[in-house]
């Protein structure tokens, strides 16, 4: 029995076990007061989320040698009858005062306005107010709306005032990303709490994993926050806030598949340390081919254009390889610690009745394995329906006005500004060029169909030549988040490149937008072949076959889409959201293959395992029986931690928290319980080729040390 420990033993030994706990605590006393750092080391600036090789983000470096990187807030009033007298007097002293403030990085001394609709008789103005946007920009950018508030007010009387342009927007986003932590944090747990108390229907044994994932959460934030400081890792909200979200959801599914496999140990071993090690032992291929499926799929997020997506590949290896170290080094030493009372009231005793023979999901594979064919193609069938909703799929980009499940401020001032001025003032075009091409490329910009020809001056230049080059902006009558915006943006970099030896760049926010669409267009071609191809081979590698993996690839792909697809509906006609991110495809379709293939390598390597002993069809069968309670509570943990990230204002994370969620129980309920165990019964031995399974079914094909693990 000793040798079929192996290295499991150096986990839950009699004194390893001690060892064990003794530095996990030793390393989370020191890693805790770094983990409450990690938001400090976000950097939220344009640059960390733009492609690094795009024209919009070359324009935004070449402008900082011009001035700092400033956005403006732009302070909207507006009376529909008209500005009174009394307003357009409060208006000017509201720039006067504004041209005072200089705190929270507001550059008040170049306020521009107030500028009115029309001379004669005004029914709105606005004032321009820029704002410094350093590294320390996105913690100020909510202070300084603030100061701004400060002196202009909420309006009274019939006169509607608002702050908005994207240092209003740039506000409302800071505001809804602050906490994001904290709020995930204790959303993530409640839902881990509530699930464990569901599954385990012990008050005592939920501590256990809570308390391991939670030390696995504050040793991944010390470590990125290191990586961040010191080794130049890019972290922002949407990593640290999905870093959260995985290492509950990964972290508890582990967990959860250790604890079963214990439990059946412990019915077959008097020695607690005994039964662990063997579940380790067992389970542990499985557990650490799982996290390895995860870990390496993040990487492949290396590959990305897209800074956010790039930064966010190491950022979530690190979390789930941490809780996966977590899972299968402090949590199992834990419960050995603990002992059997742990599982109070439901204590498993040594001789307990195996229940793997009985149940739900025994009765489930016996009634699959009457007509495999017929379930497999039905099921397949009603997914391919679901996955016709991707006709609704709309991942073209959203505006900032449909970003917020609410209506802040900003959203509000953007929708009165457009009533009044050109759509696109507050977010201008940023052209830089050559200063002996300067006047061509301003006669460009501004003979371009989709730009304001008055909002910029020939010679373009109120700005200070820098080593020969020039920078200046020009407004855009279409909405700047808008599709005509970013068609002039094409446009206008056509008209700038065209001027011989110009060098002109055409930047800004339209223009980043414009390129985070092309880079999220190659980051989906180039990285969701990779992901497929790192899932193939770890498949292949673990089961030592080809059909089974080819198989299991195609269930979650499947899977994927039908989620994508039910999503789109769900989206369109019942929460009616205006479309989706850019980006939101390429996500979802990472973390739902790479977190919905778990489930599949805990059933799999169990049905291998058990057709060693018994042959391929019946070990389906009890393959499913043993792990389909698990793996449903898994699913449901997992599920419930990601639709916490709906808890956030935000509708990007909402959508991806929904699709996830909704993907992994459909990979539960379905594609694993359902499609994959028809599958399996369907093929037969012939599952397992080219491996001599598929020729020597049962105990006759397996291997020596197959069949000792069994008999232990």
Known sequence: MRGNRGVAHLVCGRRAKWVVLGLWVLALLVTVP?????????????????????????????????????????????????????DRARIQQDASDLKGLHDHGIRGAETHGPVYDRPADPRAAQIYVPITMDEKGWERIGPAVDSIRGVVGTGESGLAVHITGPGGTSADFAEAFEGIDSTLLLAAMGVVVVMLLITYRSPTLLLVPLLSVTAALFAAQALIYFLATQGGLTVNGQSAGILTVLVFGAGTDYALLLVARYREELRRHEDRHEAMALALHRAGPAVLASGATVVLSMLVLLAAEMNSTRGLGPVAAIGVAVALLAMLTLFPALLVVFGRWIFWPAVPHFGDADPTERGVWARTGRRIARTPRAVWVATAVALAICSLGLIQLRAAGISNADAFTGRPDSVVGQDVSARYFPAGSGSPLVIVSNQAQAREVGRAVAGTPGVVPTSLGLPPGTKPSYEGRVLFEATMSAPADSDAAKQTVERVRDAVHAVPAADAKVGGGTAALLDMDAATTHDDVVIIPLVLLVVLLILSVLLRAVVAPLLLIGTVVLSFTAALGLSAMAFRYFFDYAGEGTDFPLFVFVFLVALGIDYNIFLTTRIREEAARRGTRP??????????????????????????????????????GFTVALGVLLDTFVVRSVLVTALFLDAGPKVWWPHRLAREDGTAAAEPSEVSRSAG
């Open 34 to 86: 770094f983990a409450q750092k990690l938001s400090d080391a976000q950097d939220n600036d344009a640059q960390s989320w733009l492609p690094g090789s795009a024209e919009s983000t070359q324009v935004l470096e070449i402008s900082q040698d011009f001035r700092p990187e400033q956005i403006p807030a732009v302070v909207v009033y507006a009376r529909e009858g008209g500005l009174t007298a009394a």
């Open 619 to 656: 070990g389906v069968v009890t393959g499913l029986a043993a792990t389909g309670a698990v793996i449903t509570s898994a699913g449901l943990v997992l599920a419930g931690t990601f639709a916490a990230l709906g808890t956030l204002p935000m509708v990007a994370f909402a959508e991806i």
